[in-house]
């Protein structure tokens, strides 16, 4: 069998690159090695930047997300118990959305599958080949039976640990990944909210984050050491130290039940090309950042508008240009958002052996910001996005 496009990853990379290619008439198929509920049910980032939701308008699928979504005008800043709002619409005219990775999801998957679109669940690929060949080809593995298929491009959407980027020789692409020396313990809690907006803490027992999912559901976040055990922290205890970190005068963090706990590892990870031949790296497979930059879903999404925009012109232009240019643009703009996560991460963490000097600076380089109006202006433009470098003709 041979399609023009293999997409290997059915998370919100690979669904709307599908959904995308689908409304031009361009035929793929995606591979995805879990379950579809799997898929759906994954916990993941909430805050999409404006250029991420208007893809999704623009693609069709955003119908739920315009109903549903939470929009918030900026963010608030703590530094140890004092509590600071920036208004991003005030000074930038522009604000983030709150809609749950795991929404996008089903609305993608869903959309994919009222058109009968080939998604092939639980059926891993086991590798690609050929990658500088006429055609490339993908080695899978469906129901027990080892198959295999030639595509004109691959597509990798499959994230850090997939099979795409494992397909590599060793050196065909360089990488570049810091592992940070602390996770985050997160829970999600049934409760209304407690803020109207996202609330980044600075304190000297570590960082916090109250975000959310809904008006109904909450998203919490404790700075802890990477080897942690979950099973020390007691429901009480999480709710004492967020207290601790969060609280402040006349301010109340309203509790809730909590009905799921989890610790992650931060990491910064990118590729410093993101093709290979015949095969595109995107999302997940290419860059990974921590959380505090809630970079993750919209990186990703700007990686398909570009190459997605490459392959409509491919296909109904017989001009290659866009597709070209994809691994540089793509690797400049995710370049600026790895820097932003990162000096993020390390603007509000207190790191193992720092020393009252570097903590007294970070505590003034956050009282600079929440005092400074040049510095709120440049931090409201790298929190709400950077622009997408080019748009699928849809």
């Known amino acids: 069998m041979h399609v023009p496009v293999a997409i290997i990853g059915a998370g919100p990379s690979g669904s709307l690159l599908a959904w995308i290619l689908r409304q031009r008439g361009i035929e793929s198929i995606v591979f995805e090695n879990r379950s579809r509920a799997y898929v759906e049910g ?45 208004d991003f619409e005030k000074l930038i005219g522009v604000g983030v959305t709150v809609y749950g990775q795991s929404e996008v999801t089903k609305d993608l998957l869903g959309a994919l599958d009222s058109v009968g679109h080939n998604v ?30 030639t595509a004109d491009f691959v597509v990798g959407a499959d994230g850090y640990h997939g099979a795409s980027r494992k397909s590599l020789p060793e050196g065909g692409i360089r990488m570049h990944e810091k592992t940070y020396p602390l996770g985050w313990l997160g829970i999600m809690v049934k409760a209304p909210q407690s803020k109207p907006v996202a609330f980044f803490t600075y304190h000297d027992r570590g960082f916090a984050l109250l975000s959310m999912r809904s008006p109904e559901i909450q998203r ?18 999480i709710w004492d130290e967020l207290d601790a970190r969060m609280g402040t005068e006349g301010w109340e963090l309203i509790r809730g039940e909590i009905f799921q706990k989890d610790l992650a590892p931060l990491r910064s990870f990118f590729c410093e090309e993101q093709r290979y031949g015949r095969m595109f790296l995107a999302g997940d497979a290419a860059h990974i950042v921590p959380p505090t930059g809630a970079k993750g879903l919209n990186s990703a999404f700007a990686d398909i508008s570009v190459l997605s925009a490459g392959l409509i012109q491919h296909y109904t232009k017989d001009d290659s240009s866009i597709l070209d240019q994809y691994s540089r643009l793509a690797v400049e703009r995710n370049v600026q958002t790895q820097r932003f996560s990162w000096a993020n991460t390390a603007k509000y963490h207190i790191f193992p052996g720092t020393n009252s000097f570097e903590r007294r600076m970070q505590q003034a380089e956050l009282e600079y910001l929440v005092t400074d109006e040049t510095a709120q202006i440049s931090y409201a433009k790298q929190h709400t996005g950077l622009p997408f470098a080019y748009w699928p003709e849809l």
Do not use: C
Not at 127 to 149: A, C, N
Not at 220 to 237: F, G, I, K, P, T
């Open 220 to 237: 919490l976040y404790l700075q802890v050491a990477n080897d942690e055990n979950l099973e020390e922290w007691s429901d009480d205890r």
């Open 120 to 149: 092939l669940y639980e059926t891993p690929v086991t590798g690609v080949s050929d990658h500088h060949g006429d055609k490339i080809t993908v080695t899978y593995e469906e129901g027990g039976v080892e198959k295999t298929l």
């Open 42 to 86: 994954r916990i993941r980032a909430g805050v999409m930047e404006k250029n991420a939701v208007d893809l999704m308008i623009r693609a069709g699928v955003g119908e739920r997300l315009q109903k549903e979504s939470m929009y918030q005008r900026g963010v608030e800043v703590g530094i140890n118990n004092t509590h600071h709002f920036i």
